[in-house]
């Protein structure tokens, strides 16, 4: 079953919470997109756990109109710089 998302395919500066919201409650079904989310969550919170900035895009058929998503495809941007000054253990999301 398709739906409209309520974002337009554009960047946003959004919160999970805010995530959440938009792509997931609006929805009948919600089981898939609620398990990817708390997935996703666990994924953030290894990443700031590190420490430092970072930017994500969201893509793939989490953010298309496919009610039951397969996966959310991610990209995480970080600093080069302030990335490559980060100890071994914190590399590999310690």
Not at 5 to 14: P, Q
Request: with cysteine; charged share 30%.
């Amino acid at each position: 079953m398709e739906f409209q998302l309520s974002l337009e395919r554009v960047i946003h500066d959004i919160t999970k919470a805010d995530l959440s919201d938009q792509i997931v409650t609006p929805l009948t079904i919600q089981e898939k997109r609620l398990k990817w989310i708390k997935r996703f969550g666990y994924l953030i919170e290894k990443a700031e756990e590190i420490g430092i900035s970072f930017e994500v895009c969201i893509n793939g058929s989490f953010v298309a109109n496919n009610e039951e998503p397969n996966d959310i495809g991610n990209a995480f941007f970080f600093d080069p710089d302030t990335a490559n000054s980060l100890s071994d253990y914190k590399k590999n999301f310690g």
